[in-house]
Nanobody, 128 residues
C-alpha cells in the first residue's frame, strides 16, 4: 500500500525558511512524478513544485520560482521542499502527491487529478 507522509511544517516569520519532507512507503520514489501542492482556506489546491524522479526534471509555479527548491533523496525514499524567503501568502496546508503515469509536461504537472496518491498535509503558517 502506497503511503505518503509529510512533515516539517510549522510557524515562521516572513523571510524565514522551512524544509518540508515527504516520506514514501509502499513504492520507491524512482520513476514517479512527485509534487507539492498547497491549499489556503477558501482557495483551490495549487501546484507549487514537482519533480520527475526518473530524470530529475523539475517545475515550479511562478509564485515560488527562485524561492523554493524541490529535491529527491532516493536513498531515504523522500522528496523535500526547501522553502526560503517565505511570504505571508505562502501560508497554506502543503500536500505531497505522487503520480505513476510517467513524466508530466509543464502543462500537466500542476493538475491534481493526475496524481494517484496524496499525503495528509502539513500546515505552514507565515507571520509578519
Amino acid at each position: 500500500q502506497v503511503q505518503l507522509v509529510e512533515s516539517g511544517g510549522g510557524s515562521v516569520q516572513a523571510g524565514g525558511s522551512l524544509r518540508l519532507s515527504c516520506a514514501a512507503s509502499g513504492y520507491t520514489v524512482r520513476n514517479a512524478h512527485v509534487a507539492w501542492f498547497r491549499q489556503a482556506p477558501g482557495q483551490e489546491r495549487e501546484g507549487v513544485a514537482s519533480i520527475y524522479t526518473g530524470g530529475g526534471t523539475t517545475y515550479y509555479s511562478d509564485s515560488v520560482q527562485g524561492r523554493f527548491t524541490i529535491a529527491q533523496d532516493s536513498a531515504e525514499n523522500r522528496v523535500y521542499l526547501h522553502m526560503n524567503s517565505l511570504k505571508l501568502e505562502d501560508t497554506a496546508i502543503y500536500f505531497c502527491a505522487a503520480g505513476f503515469s510517467g513524466a508530466f509536461s509543464s502543462h500537466q504537472w500542476s493538475v491534481p487529478s493526475r496524481y494517484n496518491y496524496w499525503g495528509q498535509g502539513t500546515q505552514v503558517t507565515v507571520s509578519s
